[in-house]
Nanobody
Framework: VQLQASGGGLVQAGESLRLSCAASGSIDAIEWYRQAPGKQREWVASIIKTSAHIESSVKGRFTISRNNANHTVYLQINNLKPEDTGAYYC?????????????WGQGTLVTVSS
């Protein structure tokens, strides 16, 4: 399994970004995390098949969706705030023969200026 995150950049507060997580194949569940400078990584969104889940503090600004045709999951972030600055990672977990495997994309950096 390979995941590739992209779409980050330097934006001003109030603008929007769409992050992409391209998977090497069909994956039912993908999560997005972010890590602000000097802070721990935190979960922000998940999509399991067609069921979307958003962390409460960003609900209303973050939307997660998927395009199964190209194995890509998107994280739409609207009304960006400086506190959204950080590296955004996509991840998936798969189990095989009783062993849990975690896969992570390389991260895409979002910088929001005030």
């Amino acid at each position: 399994v390979q995941l590739q995150a992209s779409g980050g950049g330097l934006v001003q507060a109030g603008e929007s970004l769409r992050l992409s997580c391209a998977a090497s194949g069909s994956i039912d569940a993908i999560e997005w995390y972010r890590q602000a400078p000097g802070k721990q990584r935190e979960w922000v969104a998940s999509i399991i098949k067609t069921s979307a889940h958003i962390e409460s503090s960003v609900k209303g600004r973050f939307t997660i969706s998927r395009n199964n045709a190209n194995h890509t999951v998107y994280l739409q972030i609207n009304n960006l705030k400086p506190e959204d600055t950080g590296a955004y990672y996509c991840s998936t977990v798969q189990g095989r023969s009783g062993v849990r495997y975690e896969y992570w994309g390389q991260g895409t950096l979002v910088t929001v200026s005030s």
